[in-house]
Nanobody, 117 residues
Framework: VQLQASGGGLVQAGGSLRLSCVASGSIFSDNPMGWYRQAPGKQRELVAR???????DYADSVQGRFTISRDNAKNTVYLQMNSLKPEDTAVYYCNAPLAVAYGLTGWGQGTLVTVSS
């Protein structure tokens, strides 16, 4: 399983970043995909999810600021993050929520987002 996230970096509060994640076809396929994050000392959490048809939902903490999208032809999922806050600082990962729930996938390389105040 390949899950390669990129696009993280250091940004000031109020700034924006766009994350990308290329997934292998076996996990991307027709599955919903999601973006997760793990802040230091905290559990990994799902912050955004998108179905193969493009329906989306978000955690309350990012609703209205983050936008998830996907390009099925490129097996790629994106996360546009606007109005970033220091509490958004975390390592961000993509994965397929159903595969995660059933323990069918590992975690690829995440990308670190650091938001300074």
């Amino acid at each position: 399983v390949q899950l390669q996230a990129s696009g993280g970096g250091l940004v000031q509060a109020g700034g924006s970043l766009r994350l990308s994640c290329v997934a292998s076809g076996s996990i991307f396929s027709d599955n919903p995909m999601g973006w997760y994050r793990q802040a230091p000392g905290k559990q990994r959490e799902l912050v955004a999810r998108i179905t193969s048809g493009g329906s989306t939902d978000y955690a309350d903490s990012v609703q209205g600021r983050f936008t998830i999208s996907r390009d099925n032809a490129k097996n790629t999922v994106y996360l546009q993050m606007n109005s970033l806050k220091p509490e958004d600082t975390a390592v961000y990962y993509c994965n397929a929520p159903l595969a995660v729930a059933y323990g069918l996938t590992g975690w690829g390389q995440g990308t670190l987002v650091t938001v300074s105040s």
